[in-house]
């Protein structure tokens, strides 16, 4: 699965197992003004086999979205695999679970997410959330090249 390639918009790849939850974030990224390519991948095998597929060409996702609870491989060793990757290690993961556990929290901030959310309970509240991790990673925060 190859992400999007438009010149200078930003890319995401969402790894999500839950079919209603990954296409309640492509729309609420599609709803955005600028809104950022989105790639879902239900597992995290499937993730690390699309970024493989972005290596030769240069291109990698601009942030990731992860869940945590995901079948085979789970969010953790997806991460650290992800960050043991030097074509990777700078990329962007922000968890995005329904797990609010703190040991959770404490492990995954250990393996160097970048950040911990909590899966709104609504549509609405992930559209707003949506539009603040744009605002947040596209907008505010110089990310490297």
Not at 43 to 69: F, K
Not at 82 to 93: G, M, S, W
Request: aromatic share 6%; proline share 6%.
């Amino acid at each position: 699965m190859k992400l999007p390639e438009v010149h200078g918009q930003k890319r995401v790849l969402v790894i999500e197992d839950d079919s209603t939850d990954a296409m309640a974030l492509v729309r609420a990224f599609s709803e955005l003004g600028n809104p950022p390519g989105v790639v879902v991948a239900n597992d995290a095998t499937m993730a690390l086999e699309t970024l493989d597929l972005q290596r030769a060409s240069g291109s990698h996702p601009d942030l990731i979205l992860l869940d945590l609870g995901l079948p085979g491989m789970d969010g953790a060793e997806f991460v650290q695999r992800l960050k043991a990757d030097r074509d990777y290690c700078r990329i962007p993961v922000v968890v995005l679970t329904a797990s609010s556990n703190e040991a959770n929290v404490r492990k995954l901030y250990d393996l160097q997410v970048n950040g911990y959310l909590v899966k709104p309970s609504s549509y609405q509240e992930l559209a707003d959330l949506v539009e603040l991790i744009e605002h947040y990673w596209f907008g505010a925060t110089r990310l490297p090249d």
